[in-house]
């Protein structure tokens, strides 16, 4: 266990659909990250948050959605997805945005797949 | 854009030492190397990291060149368990970003 959860852990949505990710981290952290891994790639930083304030919108399109109501937790909210979007999202958090060396804590991940 | 370099794949007997090395040519003199591992699916797990000196813990030693342009990260006596995907990663000059490459997929043989 890392101090950083996901739920859930599996989800299945149709192209219509909205759902929402959570992230949870219980470690003190003041940043909070969102990546995408599509099958076989490296990890794609999404969006980043310090102090619940977005520093990052790593071009990504509009039908992800970010919310970071305080420090604890992070939610990626979908809607209108496509197939391509069908990957494992994780979450991660650090205990500042910036400086070193302050390792990244990742969640588990939830595996996303749209039908 | 990734400022580091690591083979695709490696083998490693089982209880053998398994080292993995990584170029970071680039790297500036106040960054850090990490290194992480990524067991099939899951999140990626720390594994250390370092600045100057070699650095050993509980999971591994990581071995810097002087003039810190290489890395080599080693387990010591690699069990099935560590199969995985191990990245090596520096920070991107003057941002917090971390770049994530394709790393090297360490296969434990029994």
């Known amino acids: 266990e890392t101090g950083v959860t996901q739920t859930p852990r599996h989800l299945v949505m149709g192209m219509t659909n909205k759902k929402s990710l959570k992230c949870e981290q219980h470690l003190g952290h003041n940043a909070m990250y969102w990546y995408k891994q599509s099958a076989k790639k490296p990890l794609e930083l ?12 790593n071009s990504v399109p509009s039908r992800f959605s970010p919310e970071c109501p305080n420090s604890s937790h992070l939610f990626l909210h979908l809607h209108t997805l496509q197939p391509e979007d069908s990957a494992l999202y994780l979450c991660a958090s650090r205990e500042r945005l910036a400086g070193d060396p302050y390792e990244q804590y990742f969640g588990p991940g939830t595996r996303l797949t749209v039908t | 854009d990734a400022k580091t370099t690591q083979p695709p794949s490696m083998d490693c007997a089982e209880g053998r030492a ?7 040519s680039t790297i500036s003199g106040n960054e850090y190397v990490y290194w992480y591992r990524q067991i099939h699916s899951q999140g990626p797990q720390y594994i250390i990291h370092g600045l100057k000196n070699n650095e050993t813990n509980e ?4 071995i810097i060149t002087e003039d810190r342009k290489s890395s080599t990260l080693i387990l010591p006596h690699a069990t099935l368990r560590d199969t995985a995907v ?3 990663i520096v920070r991107v000059d003057g941002t917090y970003k971390y ?6 997929r360490l296969k434990v043989l029994a």
Do not use: D, K
């Open chain 1, 46 to 57: 999404m969006f980043v948050y310090s102090l619940e304030e977005r520093v990052e919108n």
């Open chain 2, 18 to 24: 398994a080292n993995l090395p990584c170029n970071h």
């Open chain 2, 59 to 62: 999971m591994a030693s990581l």
């Open chain 2, 86 to 88: 191990y990245y090596c």
């Open chain 2, 99 to 104: 770049i994530f490459g394709t790393g090297t």
